[in-house]
Every structure is written in structure tokens, then in C-alpha cells.
């Protein structure tokens, strides 16, 4: 495989700039002064921002796009192996993944952390980012979301710690040597590649080996299985859960107005410090736990810890505020498994409101097939379900399946569940059937925030 070197600029080509991860790697390249050139299918804030900074961006994706002087060429797994550009690019010179890649940066760090998880990975990589900052330890970071403290999906930070989230589809992050593992949950997703949920551990073991061992893997423990996972870990382990039987645990949970949660963090010798959250739902008191306990092993103080997590108040499609319409209150939410689901809508009973309405859009035609049950479960906590199509991403549908088989496996609910398919008739819905003090959450991992936003334009005196 092609080494790159981090101390000997060049010129690197991103087949599919306008990705999350992969702009952020561009970011990180033209602030150690390296030539950068991209395509993408459309342009976006993220290549406009590029190109403002002085990548040279193409669109759309064309063979044409490789030129000469490029030496080496990155692209994201979105990216099919008979794509034009790509096989220009490997007659051209070396290509390396966008996991390979981002492995080989992480190498160049003294302290690299890589936070892995089914769930939870881009708010514990914002929380770190916010803990590590206030400790004064300067980290670059690449985080799969927007976080308005850093001006974006990337912090440029000096040459010692590097955080980085460790996605798991197609085994990217076994690409990863990290200093640091967070491990924050397992369970079943991305069934499209893994066999099943032993698989997956499999996956996950192998990713916690690979921590180095002067370093540590932070896992949470109440994973199912974990014994197995950790079976072949030379680093350090530090558990964080619920109670006791972690190394790392709260107590005295108490929630706030919006739901967000304050605590005392203990560990075997005592209590620590108390911390408050600015994000709400339990599920983020176990992300807090995972970014606490990493952030005491590098030797933060309590106190930093403390104020970085007080300053956190989320990213971009994370329980995020959007604004009110007739008095009805619009959330949007990246969650797509039923776990995700499960916690959002939890965290979402604790806020103001007198009925919660969720519009869903699926993600994945295998992962809706998979979870069906699982989905019917957990949206049937709502008051009111409207259903999007599915968001097909990268996929085919062989499965034939459609949203109406949510509707269908959530029965005789006691609930309002509506398969509506379009964004039109979601947002017409909403303006007939809502009322004021109703919460609205426009909840996937496709464009389903645009429903929010439309809504949000609408001028309700012509309507």
C-alpha cells in the first residue's frame, strides 16, 4: 500500500469532496500546505467553503478531472469500483480509501483517539472535542457532523492529538491504529454488509486489539458480548455504564426543563465532579461517561472535563432546535436504527410539549427490512407517526420493501400512523393536523430535515 507522508506536501484528488469526512480531510491537507483538487455530484456550503480556502473543486465526477499533477488520489466508499474518475485515477497514480487514508494521518498523531459505536459517535466526538479543548490540549479534529464551535466538521489543532469518529460499515476503521479506542455500543446495523450481530463483535474485537498498547480502549459495560470483544486487547481497558460495575458511572441523575441531564460522576475511589449537560436524553449521559473517562486517562482535570461538557450543546441533526410554526415546536434528529429512535424520542417526553409528532424517513432499504420489528417498537412510543419514503442511499431496493411496512407491523398501536410517502404531504399534514405546543421531529439519516426547513418558509398568511 502507498505511504503517505504527512511532511512532504503534495497534490491529493478526493473523488467525492463533498462528503462529511472527506472535506474535513481536505481542510486538514491545505492547512499543512498540501495542493488539493475534488469532485463531487453538486456543489454544497462544504466545497464552496473548499474552494474558498483554495481547492480546486470539479463537478460533476468525470474521468477528466484526474490531471496529471495529481499524486495521489483518496475516495469515499459512495464510490463504485467501475466509477470513471477512480479508474482514471489508478492509471494516473496511487489511490488509497478514505479509511486508509484517514488511518495514515492518525498514525502521524502521538495521541490519537478513534470513537467507534453503532450510535453516539458524532456527539462523543463533539463532546471530546469541547473537553480536549478546554484542557489546552489543542486536538485536530474530523467529526461526521456540524459543530458550531469549531466553524464546521473540522478543528485544526497543533501536531500531538488527533479525534477522529471509527465508522464500522465495510470494516473501515480496521484501518485504524488508534492510541485511544472509545467503543460506546454494539448492536446490530449495516446488514447489508455484516452477517449478523456476532459478525459485527468480531468486527468491533478486532478494532479494540488494534489500540496501541501504551493506550486504552473506553467501552461501555454493558455491551452484550463484551468479554469476547475484548478477548485479544492488549491496551488498557476502562468500562463506563449505568452503575457500579463499570469503572465509570453516575449518580444522582437529574433532569432539567429540556431534558437535559446533571449528575455526579463517580469511579471505584469516590465521586469525581458533578456534571450538567447542555444535550438532552440518557443516551448522553452514557456518551458524557465515555468522553469523561477518556479524558481522565490523558490526564485532564475534573474541572476541565466539566466545563467542556457545560459548554456542549450539540451539532448539527442532533436534537437540534429548528424553530416554531403555529406555535408548534420543529426538531430534527439524525437517528435511523430503532436504538437511536428509542433514545430521541425518550429524550424528547422530558421536553415541553402537548403531543409529539414524528415524520420518519427510513435509511436503507436493507436496514428497514432488517429492523422492521425493531422500528415499530420504537416509533410506537410517539403520538403521531408520519411516514416518508425510504431514503435508498447507496442501495437498491431487491427487497421490495416500502415504509407502509412499518405502518403495517406497528397494527392496531393506539397511535396515529400515517404512510404519506412525500415531503408535500407530510408538510400539508402537519399545517392541517398540528396545533400549538405540538413537538414535531423530522427524524432520518436522509433529507428528511428538509420538511422542518420548507415548513419554516412557508408564509402561513396565503395558506
Not at 36 to 59: N, Q, W
Not at 193 to 216: L, P, Y
Not at 423 to 439: A, G, R, T
Request: charged share 25%; aromatic share 8%; net charge negative.
Amino acid at each position: 500500500m502507498y505511504k503517505f507522508d504527512f511532511e512532504k506536501p503534495i497534490k491529493v484528488h478526493f473523488i467525492g469532496i463533498g462528503g462529511i469526512s472527506m472535506s474535513s480531510l481536505a481542510h486538514i491537507l491545505l492547512h499543512r500546505g498540501f495542493k488539493v483538487s475534488g469532485s463531487d455530484r453538486a456543489p454544497s456550503e462544504l466545497t464552496d467553503m473548499l474552494r474558498k480556502e483554495g481547492a480546486e473543486i470539479y463537478f460533476p465526477q468525470s474521468a477528466e478531472n484526474i490531471k496529471p499533477d495529481v499524486d495521489l488520489t483518496v475516495y469515499t466508499a459512495a464510490i463504485s469500483e467501475d466509477d470513471p474518475e477512480l479508474n482514471a485515477a489508478r492509471q494516473n497514480g496511487p489511490v488509497l480509501t478514505r479509511a486508509e487514508f484517514l488511518g495514515q494521518i492518525m498514525a502521524c498523531y502521538r495521541n490519537s483517539i478513534a470513537v467507534a459505536g453503532t450510535h453516539g459517535k458524532t456527539t462523543t466526538t463533539s463532546m471530546l472535542s469541547h473537553i480536549l479543548t478546554c484542557g489546552e490540549l489543542d486536538p485536530t479534529v474530523t467529526v461526521g457532523g456540524i459543530l458550531n464551535s469549531i466553524g464546521g466538521n473540522t478543528r485544526l489543532g497543533g501536531d500531538d492529538v488527533f479525534l477522529a469518529e471509527a465508522c464500522e460499515y465495510t470494516n473501515s476503521f480496521l484501518n485504524f491504529f488508534p492510541k485511544y479506542d472509545v467503543i460506546l455500543n454494539v448492536e446490530e446495523d449495516h446488514l447489508d454488509f455484516f452477517k449478523d450481530i456476532n459478525d459485527i463483535r468480531n468486527s468491533f474485537g478486532k478494532f479494540a486489539s488494534q489500540a496501541s498498547k501504551d493506550g486504552a480502549v473506553i467501552i461501555g459495560g454493558d455491551i452484550e458480548g463484551l468479554s469476547d470483544i475484548l478477548k485479544d486487547v492488549s491496551a488498557r481497558i476502562i468500562t463506563f455504564g449505568k452503575d457500579k460495575n463499570s469503572d465509570y458511572y453516575p449518580k444522582d441523575i437529574t433532569y432539567n426543563e429540556k431534558g437535559c441531564a446533571s449528575f455526579t460522576l463517580w469511579d471505584k475511589d469516590g465521586a469525581i465532579c458533578e456534571i450538567s449537560l447542555g444535550v438532552p436524553g440518557e443516551h448522553n449521559v452514557l456518551n458524557a461517561l465515555a468522553a469523561c473517562a477518556l479524558a481522565l486517562e490523558m490526564g485532564i482535570p475534573a474541572e476541565s472535563i466539566a466545563a467542556g461538557l457545560a459548554t456542549f450543546t450539540g451539532t448539527g441533526r442532533r436534537f437540534e432546535y429548528k424553530g416554531e410554526i403555529n406555535g408548534i415546536t420543529i426538531i430534527d434528529d439524525y437517528a435511523h436504527h430503532p436504538t437511536e429512535i428509542k433514545a430521541t424520542i425518550n429524550a424528547a417526553l422530558k421536553y415541553p410539549h402537548d403531543r409529539l409528532v414524528v415524520a420518519f424517513q427510513p435509511h436503507t432499504y436493507t436496514r428497514t427490512a432488517a429492523l422492521l420489528d425493531d422500528f415499530a417498537k420504537a416509533l410506537s412510543a410517539a403520538d403521531i407517526v408520519l411516514l416518508a419514503d425510504i431514503y435508498a442511499a447507496r442501495e437498491i431496493n431487491k427487497t421490495g420493501i416500502t415504509s407502509e411496512a412499518i405502518k403495517d407491523a406497528m397494527g392496531d398501536c393506539e397511535i396515529v400512523v400515517k404512510y404519506l410517502g412525500s415531503f408535500e404531504k407530510i408538510e400539508q399534514f402537519i399545517l392541517e393536523k398540528c396545533h400549538k405546543n405540538d413537538l414535531l421531529i423530522t427524524m432520518g439519516a436522509g433529507n428528511i430535515v428538509e420538511v422542518g426547513e420548507n415548513l419554516l418558509k412557508k408564509d402561513l398568511s396565503t395558506t
